[in-house]
């Protein structure tokens, strides 16, 4: 048996085990060692199983998954989501659907803080729907506006599937940050025009809310704005090259904390459950990435990344055509994996393959990001809008309902992206 049949038929195990719900570094795990095992022996196999975690994890570069995944958490207990709503909601809850608007736009500022789609959904879910309920949305199309809007927190930085990206494939994570920020920004208003639309054709989707006075106003945007002078901080001395990508993780964590103890939203309790639920999450995390380096070693020694690259460059297609099927694998694997295993799983199989027939790799990390999170509110299985529907009790199927408009945006914002790949790149183009 050839060294590149073992590696597809290891690939093929690997999903066979994660349709089982196995987990997916656990499954990675042991498809790698067996098939080292194979390839060459169990001496080799038990080397590199026990040598690869500590090497690839032993650098400074993976420091800034802690540092984001804190700050994003010191967040999530604080009631900095209540604020950023209310704000967007004082603003723009006076026009017709003006909820749904707001609520598109907290999504993208949470996002902008907490990088995690679950926390965005968890949030909205549980501040945005009473209120569009009490003002008598539409609960379908209500649901719908709080499903997509959750997924922009992986697209407008910072970004756990960015950071993954580029770690996995080494690229410049302050880069990956900026392309996410044209496409998620692209996407917000996309999608409150929709919204507008929606809304013109049927009034009673999204009723006018109550006008307030300009001195709540006022008052709502003072509340938010050292939230929103943080994330400047962060993105913009990223941008102008003041600090790296980890140390804006670490100012952006004590920005957090030092916010949240100003406005007494920090107490001991929920600042130990944050460093705890840190502790959990990057472990898991950590894990992952050591099982990805594994697998990354198994698929080195079966030679299927270069027999995948002699293959897509012997088709001669034009590019469009390889983005397209990466369309419907992302489409396929955001039905039942976070963004996170998502990456893990792909980019070392594709990356090399993709590069070498021409695509731009910061263009190519917006584009996979943007189609994780399509690939979450995608029927039938969604995870996003599957946890939307545990947190709020409103069926699965008018979700989905409400969701379907959006998707058709997501359509026409991965074929922008296809014709003006400069929506991803021309930000990052300019940093320093």
């Not at 958490?73 to 709503?85: H, K, P, T, V, W």
């Not at 004082?90 to 608007?101: E, H, I, Q, Y």
């Not at 996170?340 to 792909?346: E, I």
């Not at 003006?420 to 183009?429: C, H, L, M, V």
Request: charged share 10%; hydrophobic share 55%; net charge positive.
């Amino acid at each position: 048996m050839s060294p590149e049949l073992i590696g597809l038929l290891g690939i093929i195990v690997l999903l066979v085990l994660m349709a089982l719900k196995m987990w997916v570094g656990a499954a990675m795990s042991l498809v790698s060692i067996i098939g080292i095992i194979i390839l060459r022996n169990v001496n080799v196999a038990m080397t590199v199983a026990g040598a690869s975690g500590f090497t690839n994890l032993n650098t400074y570069t993976f420091t800034v998954i802690p540092m984001f995944t804190f700050m994003g958490l010191i967040i999530a207990e604080s009631c900095m989501g209540q604020d950023l709503y209310s704000a967007a909601y004082a603003w723009v809850g006076r026009f017709r659907g003006g909820l749904a608007s707001a609520t598109i736009v907290a999504c993208g500022v949470l996002g902008a803080i907490c990088g995690s789609t679950q926390v965005g959904v968890l949030v909205m879910s549980r501040v945005a729907m009473p209120e569009m309920t009490k003002n008598k949305y539409d609960e379908s199309f209500a649901a719908g506006c709080v499903a997509a809007g959750a997924p922009l927190s992986i697209l407008i930085p910072p970004s756990m599937g960015f950071i993954m990206y580029g770690i996995l494939t080494e690229n410049s994570i302050g880069k990956l940050f900026l392309s996410g920020l044209g496409v998620g920004v692209l996407q917000m208003v996309l999608y409150i025009i929709v919204v507008s639309i929606l809304c013109r054709i049927n009034p009673e989707r999204g009723p006018r809310g109550p006008k307030f006075e300009l001195k709540y106003m006022l008052k709502t945007l003072l509340k938010i704005l050292p939230v929103i002078l943080l994330m400047v901080l962060v993105l913009g001395g990223i941008y102008g090259g003041f600090f790296t990508t980890t140390e804006a993780g670490a100012i952006g964590a004590l920005g957090a904390i030092i916010i949240s103890l100003a406005f007494r939203q920090l107490t001991v309790g929920k600042f130990i459950k944050a460093l705890k639920d840190t502790a959990v999450l990057c472990g898991m995390v950590f894990f992952l990435v050591a099982a990805t380096y594994l697998f990354v070693t198994f698929l080195s020694l079966s030679r299927v990344p270069m027999w995948l690259s002699k293959l897509i460059l012997s088709l001669a297609v034009p590019k469009w055509v390889l983005a397209l099927a990466l369309i419907v694998l992302y489409f396929i694997l955001g039905m039942f994996l976070p963004e996170v295993p998502m990456v893990a799983l792909t980019i070392p199989v594709f990356y090399s393959a993709l590069t070498k027939v021409g695509f731009d790799p910061i263009w190519l990390g917006a584009f996979v990001v943007k189609l994780m999170a399509v690939g979450s509110i995608s029927p039938p299985v969604g995870m996003t809008v599957f946890t939307m529907a545990g947190v709020s009790g409103i069926k699965v199927e008018k979700i989905f309902k409400g969701v379907l408009p959006f998707l058709a945006v997501d359509a026409l914002i991965l074929v922008l992206l296809i014709i003006f790949p400069q929506i991803a790149t021309y930000i990052p183009s300019m940093m320093k």
